[in-house]
């Protein structure tokens, strides 16, 4: 199905200021007008609900994380970057694996099972896409997926091509 992401952002939205909670987080949103997305209208809300809400209960405050969904040559690209503690590149390849946590104090502190990675990973690559993860320790980290746009989008606008 076609959704418009302005849709899902507000669904998030409304989660994460629940999930801030008195926390001293500036949370902000970049989202270019008029965005529509193909596929599954629940899956998605949850694949940017777990990152949303990973990027909260990680991030130490004063921090700051943005939410941007924008358009691309090829589809669109959601990310979600905070100013929290960073990952460990020696972590990374394995984050999206089921039941993998950091085993530090502040993942121990956060609670969690450590499935909310393997779920996006798993409803990403329904919609044909991959999870990229960039951190830097003591800097913060970024999560994001680029969504295609659909094949018949592509064909309608070969015009160029000959017809035989
Ligand atoms: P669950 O999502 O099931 O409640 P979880 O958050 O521990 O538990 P995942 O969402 O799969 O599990 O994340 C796996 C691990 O990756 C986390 O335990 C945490 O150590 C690390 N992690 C994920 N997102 C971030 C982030 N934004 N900053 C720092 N570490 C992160
Ligand atoms: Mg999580």
Redo the contacts with the bound molecule.
């Keep these: 199905e076609l959704i418009p992401v302005s849709e899902l952002l507000s669904l998030l939205s409304d989660q994460c200021d629940s999930l801030i909670c008195e926390r001293e987080l500036k949370l902000s949103y970049d989202v270019d007008e008029g965005l529509e997305v193909f596929g599954n209208r629940e899956q998605l809300l949850s694949a940017i609900l777990?990152?949303s809400?990973?990027?909260i209960?990680?991030?130490e405050t004063p921090g700051e994380i943005l939410i941007s969904w924008s358009q691309t040559d090829t589809g669109s690209e959601f990310l979600?970057r905070?100013s929290?503690?960073?990952?460990e590149p020696v972590?990374l390849g394995r984050?999206?694996e089921r039941f993998?946590?950091?085993d530090?104090a502040?993942?121990r502190d956060?609670?969690?099972?450590?499935?909310?990675?393997?779920?996006?990973k798993h409803i990403l690559a329904e919609h044909n896409s991959v999870l990229e993860i960039e951190?830097t320790v003591g800097f913060?980290?970024c999560?994001s997926f680029e969504l295609k746009k659909p094949v018949a989008e592509y064909k309608e606008s070969s015009t160029d091509l000959p017809i035989r």
Excluded: Q
């Excluded at 929290?84 to 990952?87: M, N, R």
């Excluded at 956060?110 to 996006?120: F, P, Y």
């Design positions: 777990n990152l809400s990973n990027a209960k990680y991030c979600v905070d929290g503690p960073g990952i972590h984050l999206t993998y946590r950091v530090d502040r993942t956060a609670g969690g099972t450590g499935l909310g990675l393997s779920i996006v951190s913060g980290s999560f």
